[in-house]
């Protein structure tokens, strides 16, 4: 396939190149055959995870490995109750991860889907529709407007051809063509005006172009293989769990071992018992419900923002890595800015002028000093020339204003019906158009009025409309003229100039030479695509929680920065192009990366090339955008955010999350709420650990007393998996803590527990173990039943772990403001007692739990039990805040 150098090459070269003698003669027969055996069909190709795959690769767990292999010991011993219960813990948590895997679609399919489906060739002399996956390389294509793209392809001829690129490249207007080769190889794709893209779409004028590329070779393709060949990396808080439940799970290894081995020396059991008893030590210690309870924490926030945040999370672990996020780096047309160009100022002979309203919506006013102008007939007919000369139609569809052509033509129109209703026929008959044309840069129409005077509206580039009003010998400052212009531009607004010129009632054509005689200048107007209101409190919200904001665009350096200025993206901005990262070497580009705000004139290998860096460089990195230019960036960062309405189907499969509101406001509501799940999730890991903990440590402690078993591993299964599940739910419904936004993200690398934590966990579970210990002994010695006894002792460990609770829910002490902000804690502590009387009293229950009737002695050491772990607790946390401040 070619070297993407055919856009360096002449109109001559490139048909010897592809050996086609005549253009409307195009490819025989013969031709095509050979191109296709070489080079394929125009397709793409990808392949999905077989769903098998998908399920077994939940199984991948060292907690599940070691449950199984628990659960299966148990079965092996005829202990079905137990090998069941485990088994479905472990089978419930593989569905959940299924689920949310399977339910995420393949961006490449998208990517197909978006290739036209008919094209326009020339073969064997004839002009005819054949399917566009048949198109070969080096077929003559004809476009028109309305037309897709098919291939990549060289053009060869153009009448006024203006094709649609914002799904490639991701800016907005139209790229006017041309047929003239180009010398510089490093020329962005961008800029590469003689070439056409598959997947982008005509909207004015014709051309013919030779095919130069299909399939996985056109730069949709190579955007499709790096999507394809992006690897997806783990979660900050799943690289975590992994490690805590590798460590934790190896400890409980090492420690069943040496277990095992010392009652088997000391000959205190039968190696059944011992056999069983260990089993129940492994089962009691390992956290079965870390899994699942983390699962359910991420699924209930996920559900959470998709109903009430706008925002759809496509896998669990994404939304905490929204709390993890250093940097976010953003497309900027769509995302931070309308994608809707506004005329916000506009000058005249007389003064300047500013328009209040942003966007399509012809909703607001032109004002001077503050004040609405009315009754101005010299803005009034700067606004009528730029309505005139002007070939775009602004409707109201689907609920929202849509222009049909050009956005900066667009913008005009807006700006007249801010000063006329909507709509208003014109009082003009178009007599001629001059469209808008590279060479020449502007846009006229030739009308004619009532009284049957002919004039001629003029639209188009300041420098082009100054000359032509010095050659009509208006004595204008025309110093003062580009100063204004240098001011706007300055400012990050595109500056079009406005002209008119009267004509005689015989002139029936538009042309160059009627125009370079001389026109009258009406003025100039400063557009832009305006900062989306919601974006800017956003950045500030951003940068107060830590967040570096990266805006990465295709504008020119100058308009790139100020824009990044009147968004607030940083205090201090600095700005990087395209190229001269292209330049850099590795150690050159990070620094680069991570020094500069705004990235202009990037293509999309930049951004994938920026997200690495950042990644690199050990930043959780965030990335939104929308266009198919973004789909490889999006799959690469740690998560990537589309948008749900304006953003190409392609973006949002690549993505993580999508916004659904299109609203920027939404990722920073989403970045607290990772931040509160990420919060409520190690709350949780700390509640967990510390009393499934203190179960594996009464056996542990029972062996080495040698002593005879207290507990039965189904009384532990009992406290594990309907207890500790139950109760943990109540950390779902946990607020936000104060400030959450006020503070740093989390450092990259940072463990999931500190050493407080650690030393918590490890006083606490000793704690709970030996309180039970003690008690279960006091009460045999006081000729209790045994059944009883571990009845008690049961309930010790489920009352410890709810008074626990109120110690580990939030960062205040006990009795403030945070006891009762979360009411559902209680519904779900009243659920869990109501379980335990039954466990204590119902029959049945004895049965299968080997529990007997528990006198109210047995209540009040369980309570007392509970409220002394929480005292303790509580003093830390006293002392741990006293110390903070």
């Known amino acids: 396939m070619n070297k993407n150098n055919d856009f ?20 025989n027969d013969n031709q095509v055959k050979e ?19 998908l399920f077994l690769r939940q199984f991948n767990n060292i907690i599940i490995y070691i449950l199984i292999f628990a659960g299966l010991l148990a079965l092996l011993m005829r202990h079905v109750s137990d090998g069941v219960i485990i088994g479905l813990v472990v089978i419930i948590n593989a569905l ?4 949310q895997e399977a339910s995420a679609s393949d961006a490449l399919e998208r990517i197909k889907e978006m290739l036209s489906s008919e094209a326009t060739v020339y073969r064997n002399g004839i002009r005819q529709d054949i399917p566009a996956d ?24 153009e009448d006024n051809l203006r094709i649609q690129e914002s799904t490639l490249t991701g800016e907005a207007d139209s790229v006017e063509k041309s047929i003239d080769s180009i010398s510089d190889e490093n020329l962005p794709i961008a800029d590469r005006t003689n070439l056409g893209f598959a997947s982008t779409s005509v909207t004015s004028g014709s051309g013919i172009g030779v095919v130069t590329a299909i399939g996985s070779s056109t730069e949709i393709g190579k955007i499709s293989t790096e999507v394809k060949n992006t690897k997806e990396r783990k979660t900050p808080l799943m690289k975590e769990i992994d490690g805590l439940g590798k460590g934790i799970s190896y400890v409980i290894i090492a420690v069943a071992v040496a277990l095992f081995v010392l009652s088997l020396f000391l000959q205190t059991y039968s190696l059944s018992v011992l056999t069983l008893a260990i089993v129940a030590m492994i089962v009691g210690s390992i956290p079965e419900g870390l899994p699942a309870t983390t699962s359910v924490v991420l699924a209930m926030g996920v559900s959470d923002m998709a109903k009430t945040k706008n925002a759809i999370v496509k896998t669990l672990p994404a939304v905490e890595t929204l709390g993890s996020v250093d940097v976010v780096a953003t497309d900027k047309t769509g995302t931070l800015t309308k994608n809707e160009m506004t005329v916000k100022d506009i000058i005249l002979q007389d003064g300047e002028y500013q328009v209040t309203g942003d966007g399509y919506e012809p909703v607001g006013e032109i004002q001077r000093d503050g004040n609405k102008v009315t009754d101005n007939k010299q803005l009034d007919l700067f606004l009528e020339a730029g309505l005139e000369a002007n070939d775009t139609v602004l409707i109201y569809e689907d609920d929202s204003w849509q222009i049909n052509g050009e956005p900066t033509d667009g913008a005009f129109l807006t700006a007249y019906y801010k000063n006329f209703s909507y709509p208003m026929d014109s009082r003009y008959k178009e007599i001629d158009m001059l469209p808008f044309d590279s060479d020449y840069r502007y846009i006229a129409k030739l009308v004619e009025d009532q009284n049957n005077d002919r004039f001629i509206f003029i639209k188009g580039s300041p420098d082009k409309l100054f000359k032509m009003a010095q050659n009509n010998g208006d004595q204008l400052d025309f110093d003062k003229w580009n100063n204004q212009v240098t001011k706007l531009s300055k400012e990050g607004k595109r500056v079009v100039a406005v002209g008119i010129k009267s004509v005689s009632s015989d002139i029936d054509e538009i042309t160059h030479e009627v125009l370079s005689d001389g026109i009258k200048l009406l003025g100039v107007a400063g557009i832009i695509d305006p900062p989306r209101e919601e974006v800017i409190l956003a950045l500030k919200e951003m940068n107060n929680a830590g967040i570096n904001i990266k805006m990465i665009t295709g504008d020119h350096p100058v308009t790139a920065k100020a824009i990044g200025e009147k968004l ?37 290998k930049n951004k994938t090339d920026i997200v690495k860096a950042l990644q690199e460089s050990g930043k959780i990195t965030a990335m939104t955008g929308d266009g198919v230019n973004d789909a490889p960036a999006l799959k690469r960062a740690d998560i990537g955010v589309a948008m749900g309405q304006k953003g190409t189907d392609v973006a949002k499969d690549s993505a993580d999350m999508i916004l659904t509101d299109d609203n920027f406001k939404t990722l920073s509501v989403a970045i607290k709420e990772g931040r509160r799940i990420y919060d409520n999730i190690k709350k949780s890991i700390l509640f967990l650990l510390p009393t499934s903990f203190a179960e594996g440590l009464i056996i542990v402690f029972t062996i080495l007393m040698q002593k005879d078993m207290p507990l039965q591993p189904t009384q532990l299964l009992w406290i594990n998996m309907v207890s500790a599940i139950t109760i ?12 959450i936004m006020n503070r740093k993200p989390r450092k990259t690398g940072k463990g999931l527990l500190n050493k407080h934590d650690m030393w918590q966990m490890f006083y606490v579970s000793v704690l709970m173990a030996i309180i039970s210990i003690i008690s279960y002994e006091w009460l045999l010695t006081q000729g209790v039943n045994p059944a009883v006894a571990s009845t008690m002792m049961i309930n010790i460990v489920v009352l410890s772990k709810i008074f626990y609770l109120f110690n580990i829910r939030t960062n205040d002490l006990l009795f403030s403001k945070s006891l009762f902000t979360n009411p559902k804690a209680f519904l779900i502590i009243g659920i869990m007692l109501v379980l335990q009387l039954i466990l204590t009293y119902v029959p049945f229950m004895h049965t299968v739990f080997y529990t007997a009737d528990m006198s109210l002695l047995g209540w009040i050491i369980s309570i007392a039990s509970g409220v002394v772990i929480l005292i303790i607790t509580e003093f830390d946390k006293f002392i741990r805040i006293k110390l903070n401040k």
């Open 8 to 27: 360096q090459l002449t109109t001559e070269e490139i048909l010897k190149k592809y050996k086609i003698r005549n253009v409307e003669d195009g490819l």
């Open 35 to 53: 191109s296709y055996q070489q080079y394929g069909l125009n397709k793409l190709q990808s392949q999905k995870t077989p769903r098998w795959k």
């Open 96 to 99: 959940i991860g299924y689920y």
């Open 134 to 157: 048949q198109v070969v390389v080096g077929d003559v294509v004809f476009l028109e407007a309305g037309d897709n793209v098919p291939a990549d392809m060289r053009i060869i001829e």
């Open 568 to 604: 607030g993206l940083a205090k201090d901005i600095n700005v990087v192009t395209g190229a001269q990262l292209d330049a850099m070497n590795d150690q050159e580009f990070k620094e680069a990366v991570l020094n500069n705000q705004v990235f202009a004139r990037t293509t999309p």
């Open 728 to 739: 943990q739910f109540a950390f779902i419904f946990e607020p936000a803590e104060n400030g």
